[in-house]
T-cell receptor, first 116, second 114 residues
Framework: GAGVSQSPRYKVAKRGQDVALRCDPI?????LFWYQQALGQGPEFLTY????????KSGLPSDRFFAERPEGSVSTLKIQRTQQEDSAVYLCASSSDRVRGTDTQYFGPGTRLTVL | AQSVAQPEDQVNVAEGNPLTVKCTYSVSGNPYLFWYVQYPNRGLQFLLK??????LVKGSYGFEAEFNKSQTSFHLKKPSALVSDSALYFCAVRDFSGNTPLVFGKGTRLSVIA
């Protein structure tokens, strides 16, 4: 378990369905981040956890998006009533940074969500 | 607000030639700067970062980047390109002074031609 893992790798949902995306960070990493990467774009920040505390959710695009990290390790990003504009790759990253500063963020392979 | 610009969508270079991928940034304070590479269907892999100190930063796979404060640039370079360097490259920045997220550029696709 050297790196960040995400599951599922691919998810197809019908419009209106709820989806849940899972992230397993590097063991011992305090900080966890979620990003959304639209086709042809760079990743855009969604939300940030330090241990189990969600310290920044300013990037979540709507109240249909919800993230949790109840035990300070695994995190789940949930999207309710999916819309076609939610189609993107969702990236998770973790770092050992306790102050959200200089430490490198290590990324998982992403979950490609397609909403039909 | 902080931002990153990668002015080239695509860079083509012959194998063995030097390569440069450009990045300029805007932050209100001092910047933390990062370069990541993304291969197809893979997540982002860290290449190098500038936090403080020497303006020339050396990273993985022979890549380096030069921090230029006056030009607000952080161009990625490699003396001799390999075909296997072909990928999507992202520059990212965050403000030293603020509790702000990492902001990424749109990416530059590098193609190294044999």
């Amino acid at each position: 378990g050297a790196g960040v893992s995400q599951s599922p790798r691919y998810k197809v949902a019908k419009r209106g369905q709820d989806v849940a995306l899972r992230c397993d960070p590097i063991s011992g990493h305090v900080s966890l981040f979620w990003y959304q990467q639209a086709l042809g774009q760079g990743p855009e920040f969604l939300t940030y956890f330090q241990n189990e505390a969600q310290l920044d959710k300013s990037g979540l695009p709507s109240d249909r998006f919800f993230a949790e990290r109840p035990e300070g390790s695994v995190s789940t990003l949930k999207i309710q009533r999916t819309q076609q504009e939610d189609s993107a790759v969702y990236l998770c990253a973790s770092s050992s940074d306790r102050v959200r500063g200089t430490d490198t963020q290590y990324f998982g392979p992403g979950t490609r969500l397609t909403v039909l | 607000a902080q931002s990153v610009a990668q002015p080239e969508d695509q860079v083509n270079v012959a194998e063995g030639n030097p390569l440069t991928v450009k990045c300029t940034y805007s932050v209100s304070g001092n910047p933390y700067l990062f370069w990541y590479v993304q291969y197809p269907n893979r997540g982002l892999q860290f290449l190098l970062k500038y936090i403080t100190g020497d303006n020339l930063v050396k990273g993985s796979y022979g890549f380096e980047a030069e921090f230029n404060k006056s030009q607000t640039s952080f161009h990625l370079k490699k003396p001799s390109a390999l075909v296997s360097d072909s990928a999507l490259y992202f520059c990212a920045v965050r403000d030293f002074s603020g509790n702000t997220p990492l902001v990424f550029g749109k990416g530059t696709r590098l193609s190294v031609i044999a």
